[in-house]
């Protein structure tokens, strides 16, 4: 079993900045597939940001460009540096792993964190 705990998250303003991060106990990621996560009131959890076990990143449109996905082995940490916020990027924010392949679908991933909230005032 791998546990996610989340941290980082709060109030900002909008074109602000945040770093989240997922400290990951149980075992260590180095052969892990990591994801980020978010979901609004109202609304499905959507994918944000991935990074494979070796380190290749993928992002959804509308985030390319202003946040970017890192691991840091060595600590068992997950990163999301995020800039230029917006109001539409408030939502819970969620860590989670999986060890078969890279994707964007929630569905397949077995290990998940609590969430951290993330909210932006305009």
């Known amino acids: 079993q791998v546990q996610l705990v989340e941290s980082g998250g709060g109030l900002v303003q909008a074109g602000g900045s945040l770093r989240l991060s997922c400290a990951a106990s149980?075992?260590?990621?180095?052969?892990?597939?990591m994801g980020w996560f978010r979901q609004a009131p109202g609304k499905e959890r959507d994918f944000v940001a991935g990074i494979t076990w070796m380190g290749n990143t993928y992002y959804q449109n509308s985030v390319k460009g202003r946040f970017t996905i890192s691991r840091d082995n060595a600590k068992n940490t997950v990163y999301l540096q995020m800039s230029s916020l917006k109001p539409e990027d408030t939502a819970v924010y969620y860590c989670?792993?999986?060890?078969?392949?890279?994707?964007?679908?929630?569905?397949?991933?077995?290990?998940w964190g609590q969430g951290t909230q993330v909210t932006v005032s305009s």
């Open positions: 149980g075992r260590t990621l180095n052969n892990l597939n």
């Open positions: 989670a792993a999986q060890r078969l392949r890279a994707t964007m679908n929630a569905n397949e991933y077995g290990y």
